[in-house]
C-alpha cells in the first residue's frame, strides 16, 4: 500500500464521493457496532523477470489489424481461486506471477477500508511479518478516513452502506532480492474504481473511478505477503496513467483483470 501522501490524496479522492451517502445514513440510522501469466501452482514462479526486472505481459494483435495492442485488445489475466479464508482474508494462491497478482488484487477488493477492526484482522493474514509497523500506519489511514467522513475514529461501516471495489487492471514488475529466487518479490499496481449504495439508492452517482494504488508482496511461509521494507520500497516504479484504449499503457504492462467468465 502506499504511503501517507498517497493516502492523503486516495481520502480526497474517497470522501468526495462518498461524504453525501455517510452523511445519509447517519442522519437516517446513526452507526451499528492468466492465461495471461503462465500460472504453475506446484513450484517456482513460471514468468520471470526480464533483464531489465519486469515480468512482460504477453497479447495476441489480431491478425487482420495493424493496430497497436492495447489493454482492451489484449488478453486479460485469469485470476487464481483462493482455498479458504482467514480473518475475513483470502489466502491459499500459488507461488506464481498470476498468484502473486490474484493475491493482492482479492485483498484489495475485500478490504474493510472503513472498519479498522476488519482491516487490522485481515492485515494480520496477509503481512509480512518483516514490515514493522506497517499494519499500524494502515490502521492509522483507516481511521483517517473514517474521521475525515465524520464517523468516530474507530468502528463498522455506516448501517445501510454497502461498499464494492473493482480492480480493472494490474501492472506487475519483480524486484531484486539477492537472498530469494527471481520472482519472489514483486511490485504491483492496480487501477480500481470503488462505489457505495444505500438500500435507497442502488447506484453511486459518484463513484471513485480509475484511482491507483500498489502493493510489494513477496513469497514468504508459503503465501504472498505484503511488505515495505525499505530495500523493496527504493526500487518501486511509477507507471504511466491506465486507460484500457492505450497503447503506451500496453507498453507500460498494464493488463486487465478478468473477473469470472
Do not use: C
Amino acid at each position: 500500500m502506499d504511503n501517507h501522501e498517497r493516502g492523503a490524496r486516495r481520502a480526497k479522492l474517497l470522501l468526495a464521493g462518498l461524504a453525501v451517502l455517510v452523511v445519509g445514513a447517519l442522519t437516517a440510522g446513526g452507526i451499528t457496532a492468466y492465461s495471461l501469466i503462465d500460472d504453475d501452482s506446484s513450484g517456482t514462479p513460471a514468468a520471470g523477470p526480464t533483464a531489465t526486472g519486469e515480468v512482460k505481459p504477453t497479447g495476441s494483435a489480431s491478425a487482420d489489424s495493424g493496430a497497436e495492442m492495447t489493454p482492451e485488445r489484449a488478453k486479460k489475466v485469469s485470476l487464481n481461486a483462493p482455498t479458504g479464508q482467514k480473518g475475513g482474508a483470502s489466502i491459499g494462491f500459488p507461488h506464481s506471477p498470476g498468484g502473486a497478482i490474484s493475491a493482492v488484487v482479492h485483498f484489495w477488493e475485500e478490504y474493510a477500508w472503513m472498519d479498522d477492526q476488519k482491516a487490522r484482522q485481515q492485515l494480520e493474514v496477509v503481512t509480512s511479518p518483516d514490515a514493522t509497523g506497517y499494519i499500524d500506519r494502515q490502521i492509522s489511514e483507516v481511521r483517517k478516513l473514517r474521521e475525515g467522513a465524520g464517523l468516530p475514529a474507530s468502528g463498522g461501516t455506516p448501517a445501510g452502506i454497502t461498499f464494492t471495489t473493482t480492480v480493472d487492471a494490474v501492472r506487475m514488475r519483480s524486484l531484486a532480492d539477492d537472498d530469494l529466487p527471481r520472482g519472489d518479490v514483486v511490485h504491483i499496481w492496480l487501477s480500481f474504481d470503488r462505489y457505495a449504495i444505500t438500500p435507497e439508492k442502488a447506484t453511486d452517482d459518484n463513484p471513485v473511478k480509475d484511482d491507483t494504488t500498489d502493493f510489494i508482496v513477496k513469497w514468504q511461509d508459503g503465501a504472498w505477503k505484503i511488505t515495505d521494507e525499505a530495500a523493496y520500497v527504493g526500487q518501486r516504479t511509477f507507471p504511466v496513467a491506465y486507460d484500457p484504449d492505450s497503447p503506451f499503457a500496453w507498453r507500460d504492462q498494464w493488463v486487465q483483470v478478468r473477473h469470472g467468465d
